[in-house]
């Protein structure tokens, strides 16, 4: 692909991205990734030249000033570097869910989470929105509903209290067991994103090489990956 002027370059560059370029770029990332015509051999350069046409053809951004494909490389390679790791303060955020938090309670957490562990804030929201449904960064926690407490009368406390006292015993170590398992799964899941992230960057540099110069187990690799991520 033909070389911008320096000047040029630079300030397309630092031209920010729009919450309808971001939606966008996700789209076609989504539709272009899992895209059976994506072949094996296809150069980095080639995958995101698709996608930028995909971005740059979209009635949603008309009249917008077109974006070329290394930007929107670098723009992907923040989203879903932020997402991944919201996605771990989010299932953090639903895990420490109090009672009578609702979903609004439930991503100030998170965003504080994330916050707290990554340094700055996590302006993505959207797209975290656009990609929480998708496989690789779907959430396993959901959160509980959190309507407002009605006060009981004490009637109603004795008669909780009563029924409580005569709950059989394996009830308590039956729900121990769940939360347990939920734990297992939930450290599963996030194991699981760490995974997918490595393996894109792995990809990624596979990609981006020469074909031409690529080993027989490197090709193997690369047939894997992208297998598994379509």
Known sequence: MEHLPQTSQTSLQRRKWSTKEDVVLISAWLNTSKDAIVSTDQKAGA????????V??????SGA?????SQCKQRWGRINEQVCKFVGCYEAAVREQASGQNENDVMKAAHDIFFNDIGIKFTLEHCWRELRFDQKWKSL????EGPKEKR?????VVAEEEGAEVRPPGVKACK????????????HAMLAVKKEIQQQKLLERLLAKDPTHLTASEITLMEKLISEMI
């Open 176 to 187: 121990a067991a769940k939360r347990k398992r939920q734990g297992y799964d939930e450290i």
């Open 65 to 69: 000033v077109p974006r070329e494909w």
């Open 56 to 61: 740059n053809a979209s009635p949603v951004l």
């Open 141 to 144: 926690g959901v959160p509980k």
């Open 47 to 54: 995958f995101w030249k698709r996608i930028v046409d995909y």
């Open 152 to 156: 009981k009368e004490p009637a109603e």
